[in-house]
């Protein structure tokens, strides 16, 4: 274990931004949002969410995959280039970086999407513990611990000090590059740092959304939730605005659009939203056109489908998100809580 006094934490990143690419939480009207870097931006690293999850980074809005163009009457295609240079995310939480390995299980299989391979073999990932975890987060729920994320580097905060932890061999690598700012901790030093991660699990221990029930839920559940005739009612509020799938770390429908520029094509990909009415639209029309089979396939694919097909990983990690985002609040929180609720009550 190492640690960075906070007094060195501007002159670390200084050096980082000035060697590689690298993004912070920057504070901005909408809320923290992940920004590249430079001498001027100022850190925010109190925020427990930023505004959209650093997914963008490994997995952007929108990207081109390649281009098409006639020359001398041929066809040419030019592929897109793949990320090639290393890169930082500093301030990451740990929900985010779980995400993360749940889209590895989207991305990284035959057929390996090897635009995000580029990106996540070129981004090293330093994680910061959650100190101040709110009352719409529920990590815990689904086996994160907010006091020692997964990452490359696990950072966890103390009064004057920050904790730092190699986690992976990339994350190694990246300290002893940056060795220079960092000093070796001694025992008092791993105390005070188990202390703090103590702290962060009493507090994550009393939030409010700590005990839901991921009971019914899960692989071979798909009989007895998709057929539950109570997506009727939870979902007859739904405004289909898709706030939920675009905030959503873990969220990863795509479509795929051409583009034509007037001297050439270029074959891109732009986020798409299983809320959204178009969506998978085909030449025989929609096979989800109610708003209820919409909304349904959301929580079914996080909840059932995607456990089903990725070795029990969930497609949500409990960042919140959607907590506080949802203009209806019929966020997931409240898909598992009514539903467990009625459950509970026919049993009695
Ligand atoms: S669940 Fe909420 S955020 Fe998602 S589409 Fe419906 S209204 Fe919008
Ligand atoms: S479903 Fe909501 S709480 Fe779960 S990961 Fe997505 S945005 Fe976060």
Redesign the pocket.
Known sequence: MKKLEKDRLSAFLQQIGEEMPLFVPVQKEEGAVFTRWSPEVTPQLGAVRTVR?PKDLFFPQCEALYTLKTEQGKLQIAPQKRAEEPFAVFGMRG?DAR?LQVLDQVFLTEPVDTFYKARRENGVLLTLACRRPDT?C?CTV?QNDPADPLGDVCLVEGDTCFFLMAKTEKGQAFLDRFASFLTPCEEPDENACRKEQANIRAIAARLPLRDLSLEGWGPGQTDARFSDPRWDTLSKNCLGCGT??F?????QCYDLHDYDTGHGVIHYRCWDSCMYEDFTRMSAGNNRPTRMQRYRQ?FMH?LVYGPENNNGMY?????????V?CPSSL???QVLRKMRKEEEHAKL
């Open positions: 999850s929900c995400a719409a529920f689904f939920c799938t905030v959503c770390p873990v969220c959301r996080k497609g949500c990690v409990g960042c919140g998100r959607c907590v985002k966020h997931i929180v």
